[in-house]
């Protein structure tokens, strides 16, 4: 469990060592932790059916021919696009860029896309221009733009796909989103079984497996 959940792990540790060495500081940091776990609960729930849909509805062939080795210029353009228009912070970029990269993508947009959605995004240049002016935001835009593309072509010199550790994803049937319908079971009898009147993977869930069930139970 340690070694699955490190950060969580290294976070309470943390707590620990702040309780005893200054103590007056740990409820302000509780109070801190607890804005962004908020947050991150109105946040992460879009994200993940974001990120569900991706991966279940859109086909592998796509993501590789728009994000893929060979994307080239058309690539980058429809990456900085997604990350400009992107709502809300940067951590709920990083599942879906996560299902991207399993899907085909390469990381030079993926880079693209996460530096975008960090530094210039929609809303920000037109609150920038607002205040600092339209040629201030113009000129930085271009500049920001032009290192991006840097950083992401040298990044994909320096980190292959094979480097990155993908989280290792629960197989299981979501017993509320599932109404006992019986199509997967009556497709797949050898990856399906029935417990306790619930539906349950016995294996892997396959892209095949999840297309079958028409209520997305299927993880």
Known sequence: ????HKILTVAII?????????PDKLIPAISGSKYYFLEMLQILPAVFVLTSLIQ??????????????GSG?????????IGSLSAGPIYAAFPVCQTLLKKGANIKNIVIILSTWAVVKVPM???EAKFMGIQYMAIRWILTIA???????LTAKIVKIEDIEFIEEENYIDD???ILCGKCLATYPNEIKVVDGKFVLTGESTDELKAICPMGAIK
């Open 1 to 4: 469990m340690i070694k699955k």
């Open 14 to 22: 943390s707590y620990i060592l702040v309780l005893f060495i200054s």
């Open 56 to 69: 279940t509805w859109v086909p592998t062939k796509v993501i590789m021919k728009y994000f893929g080795a």
């Open 73 to 81: 210029l058309k690539g980058y353009g429809i990456s900085i696009l």
């Open 125 to 127: 240049l037109i609150n």
């Open 147 to 153: 290192a991006i593309l840097i950083m992401a072509w």
């Open 176 to 178: 509320v989103a599932c």
